[in-house]
């Protein structure tokens, strides 16, 4: 009996799904769902459906959906999605699955295929996830029908399309991408299922991976945010603007999986990083320490706050840590530049009458004002012209006595001939 596959492209129809200015979730899921048809079809044995091959027709319903793959007698219902969040800041790829039973421990065992390919291509691993629904059921509707109809389902949210660090790969790789997309789904439909395919000369019959336990219970999803965050100073550089701290937190029940920091005592924070730097959350512990790099604000002091997110989006804040402000930079002539112009004249407050400044570039322009001129320079442009002028001026006043006195004897002995002639 061959393996026989539904696929089930998510919207349609006047449900448009997620939707940007450059993207229309209905017509990103159609796109990869036809191409993971196409190459799942190519593998020997097995039979491959779609939910719908025309985005813009009628949206079915989730019942009716799930309808077409119990007609079909499927083995396995595959949910093509596309994300965004709410504040539009999340990124990266998850799986959705089943919480119960055997339904959790197949679905589990194909997302951790999915989710390795996923993060191949340059998605953050955001995981493999249940929700419950409040009548203790699964929370989507097309696991909870699946699983009364006996199909194991997932919903693959193949990244966000909000968001750039998801959406700058999207743009890389073109509409070709969406076609890496379709394959790489159905090629990890095939190693889940040790497929092989004569056509394109592949083989995973002897595909190995570890399989999930069959859970004792309902897999919980973790209701509550981290349990502890914590952040300590580690030092400062006021002249380059930068502050090194430590962000330690921890959460007994799930992993640790973004941080984000706000400069203004958590009135407003920054973009989401991944609380390990890396690609991938997968290696993270519930319980860590990560150093981070935080700007100074200038010309005044900030107030550091650091929340961390654990893998269902629960956040926790930390303490306050009050910051120095980065040095505002001021722009000085250097002593070379201030020898080029001996001749400058500066007025009575200190400022030179020529405003000479330095320009970004370095260079020096009359045109610009500059007024960071200080005293001492005032007094050493100024001393050696005041010896000068202060020997012209007594040397003026004595030639002046001079020719004064010169004129008087003069005029003296002039007086004293006419009064001789006279007699």
């Not at 691993?125 to 929700?131: C, L, M, N, Q, V």
């Not at 006996?150 to 969406?178: Q, W």
């Not at 001079?402 to 009064?419: A, F, P, Q, S």
Request: proline content about 3%; overall charge negative; hydrophobic content about 35%.
């Amino acid at each position: 009996m061959s393996l026989r596959i539904v696929i089930d492209p998510g919207h349609g129809g006047e449900s448009l799904g997620g939707n940007t200015d450059e993207y229309i979730e209905k017509y990103l899921d159609a796109k990869v769902a036809d191409y993971m048809k196409e190459r799942l079809s190519q593998y020997d044995g097995v039979e491959v459906f779609l939910t719908r091959s025309n985005p813009d027709a009628a949206e079915l319903s989730i019942k009716e959906r799930v309808k077409i793959a119990a007609d079909h007698n499927a083995d396995f219902l595959f949910s093509i999605h596309f994300n965004m969040s709410v504040d539009h800041d999340l990124y990266g790829s998850e799986v959705w699955v089943s919480a119960f039973g055997d339904y959790y421990r197949q679905g589990k065992d194909f997302a951790d295929i999915e989710m390795e390919g996923l993060t191949s291509l340059g998605f953050f691993d955001r995981g493999i996830k249940t929700k419950i629904g409040k009548e203790g059921t699964d929370y989507y509707g097309i696991m909870r029908y699946a699983c009364e109809s006996n199909i194991p389902a997932v919903i693959i949210e193949h990244c966000h399309m909000d968001e750039s660090r998801d959406t700058d790969i999207l743009k890389a790789g073109g509409e070709e991408f969406y076609k890496t997309l379709g394959y790489l789904d159905a090629d990890s439909v095939a190693k889940f299922y040790h497929l092989s395919s004569s056509s394109l000369g592949i083989d995973y019959s002897n595909y190995t991976y570890e399989q999930e336990p069959l859970p004792a219970s309902v897999v919980m999803p973790d209701l509550t945010a981290p349990s502890t965050c914590d952040i300590e100073l580690i030092a400062s550089d006021t002249a380059v603007g930068e502050a090194t701290v430590k962000v330690s937190a921890s959460d007994g029940e799930s992993i640790l999986q973004y941080y984000k920091y706000s400069l203004d005592g958590g009135a407003t924070y920054s973009k989401l990083y991944p609380w390990n730097d890396e690609n991938t959350a997968k290696a993270a512990a519930p319980v860590g320490n990560i150093t981070i790099t935080v700007p100074l604000t200038e010309d005044e002091q900030s107030e550091l706050k650091v929340a961390v997110c654990n893998r269902f989006d629960l956040a926790t804040e930390s303490n306050t840590l009050s910051l120095p402000a980065k040095e505002k930079k001021i722009d000085r002539i250097p002593e070379d530049k201030l020898r080029e112009y001996d001749n400058i004249t500066y007025d009575e407050d200190g400022a030179t009458t020529d405003d000479i400044s330095a320009s970004k570039d370095g260079t020096y322009s009359a045109d610009d004002a500059y007024t960071e001129v200080t005293s001492d320079m005032t007094y050493e442009k100024s001393s050696g012209n005041t010896d000068i002028i202060l020997f012209v001026l007594f040397a003026a006043i004595g030639l002046a006595a001079i020719l004064t006195l010169g004129i008087g004897i003069y005029v003296r002995n002039t007086k004293k001939r006419r009064r001789r002639r006279r007699r």
